[in-house]
């Protein structure tokens, strides 16, 4: 037999001045957890105001068992990089006599928010953004 073990594993890695954001997307109209949606982060270098854009599409069911999957898409900011915003290209389906994909896009600022070392925000399709994971139906 062999004995039962439990590992907790940690990231021990220094920061040094690099953030993260992990975006939770709640849909109304699309779907309640947003999947088949693109997320794309919007980020400039304080010096020399370059853009760069990074893209995630929500999807929670990769490897064998997708219970083990995080939620939430996780971006991350490198030194001397400050968030711009988000768009979210959220999915649809409409019902014109026979079943099509639309998507909307929308904007979302976050230059309002509090950065710290790690922020978790909730976007929700109507235009909200709240802080942490929270419902948008409050």
């Keep these: 037999d062999i004995p039962p073990r439990l590992y907790v594993f940690e990231n021990q890695q220094p920061r040094e001045?690099?953030?993260?954001?992990?975006?939770h997307l709640k849909g109304v109209k699309?779907?309640?957890?947003?999947l088949g949606a693109m997320v794309?982060?919007?980020?400039?270098?304080n010096i020399g105001?370059?853009?760069?854009?990074?893209?995630?599409?929500?999807?929670?069911t990769q490897g064998g068992l997708a219970?083990?999957?995080?939620?939430?898409?996780l971006f991350g900011?490198?030194?001397g990089m400050e968030a711009v915003g988000l768009k979210?290209?959220?999915p649809y389906v409409t019902r014109n006599g026979a079943s099509s994909g639309v998507t909307i896009e929308k904007l979302y600022t976050l230059k309002d928010l509090p950065m710290k070392d790690h922020l978790e925000v909730t976007v929700?399709?109507?235009?909200?953004?709240l802080v942490g994971k929270v419902s948008c139906f409050l």
Aim: with cysteine; glycine share 6%; aromatic share 10%.
């Design 30 to 34: 699309s779907n309640t957890e947003a």
């Design 17 to 23: 001045g690099r953030k993260s954001i992990r975006v």
């Design 88 to 90: 979210v290209r959220w």
């Design 77 to 79: 900011l490198d030194k």
């Design 124 to 129: 929700c399709e109507d235009g909200k953004i």
């Design 49 to 60: 105001k370059k853009k760069v854009v990074q893209r995630r599409w929500v999807e929670y």
């Design 40 to 45: 794309m982060f919007y980020t400039r270098r």
């Design 67 to 73: 219970s083990q999957n995080e939620s939430g898409i």
